[in-house]
T-cell receptor, first 109, second 115 residues
Framework: GQNIDQPTEMTATEGAIVQINCTYQ??????LFWYQQHAGEAPTFLSY??LDGLEEKGRFSSFLSRSKGYSYLLLKELQMKDSASYLC??????????WGAGTKLIIKP | TAGITQAPTSQILAAGRSMTLRCTQD?????MYWYRQDLGLGLRLIHY???????GKGEVPDGYSVSRANTDDFPLTLASAVPSQTSVYFC??????????????FGEGSRLTVL
């Protein structure tokens, strides 16, 4: 079956670095997405990885290892506004997204 | 730019009644989707449309129907609502033209409560 696993909740301190892990099992693979969702709002796109390695976008980076079925989202210099849920989604061979339940990130001052 | 507009933003509905959630996009994206989001679960695809005039079933299609008469509109209809359809519904679109990753653009969501 197809599955996405990510931690339910994480806590980090303002100014610190946090890594949110995601493991995936999909039928075929056409990329791995990360979305951010603030409470009561719509998800917004953060990153897309289809090749192995690290993609950096400002304070956010995303990593992919296809051989391990593994990705992580790295957030640096955490700000209070980064408190949100982070959704990992794998795209299967039919270009359909399989979504994880999301990781709720709590930032403490 | 409006992006994707959903209506209503919130609705309370009696069980057995019908309801249509509206979704309109102004980005001329070819693909559109309806998801439901429930606490503790990932987004689940209800129905999708890869292009105007075509629709397909997602992971949880039962009790829902869609139509795609044109590029911009993708309404979701609950023919006879049941309490298990209480959820937050998100409409999304993506542009599958060459060079795009297919990232989704979401509407603000419609919170539906079925009593």
């Amino acid at each position: 079956g197809q599955n996405i696993d990510q931690p339910t909740e994480m806590t980090a301190t303002e100014g610190a670095i946090v890594q949110i892990n995601c493991t995936y099992q999909t039928s075929g693979f056409n990329g791995l997405f990360w979305y951010q969702q603030h409470a009561g709002e719509a998800p917004t796109f953060l990153s897309y990885n289809v090749l192995d390695g690290l993609e950096e976008k400002g304070r956010f980076s995303s990593f992919l290892s296809r051989s391990k079925g593994y990705s992580y989202l790295l957030l640096k210099e955490l700000q209070m506004k980064d408190s949100a849920s982070y959704l990992c989604a794998g795209m299967d061979s039919n270009y359909q997204l399989i979504w994880g339940a999301g990781t709720k990130l709590i930032i403490k001052p | 730019t409006a992006g994707i507009t959903q209506a209503p933003t919130s609705q309370i509905l009696a069980a057995g009644r019908s309801m249509t959630l509206r979704c309109t996009q102004d980005m001329r994206h070819n693909a559109m989707y309806w998801y439901r989001q429930d606490l503790g679960l990932g987004l689940r695809l209800i129905h999708y449309s890869n292009t105007a005039g075509t629709t397909g079933k997602g992971e949880v299609p039962d009790g829902y129907s869609v139509s795609r008469a044109n590029t911009d509109d993708f309404p979701l209809t609950l023919a006879s609502a049941v309490p298990s359809q209480t959820s937050v519904y998100f409409c999304a679109s993506s542009d599958w033209t060459s060079g795009n990753t297919g990232e989704l653009f979401f509407g603000e969501g419609s919170r539906l409560t079925v009593l």
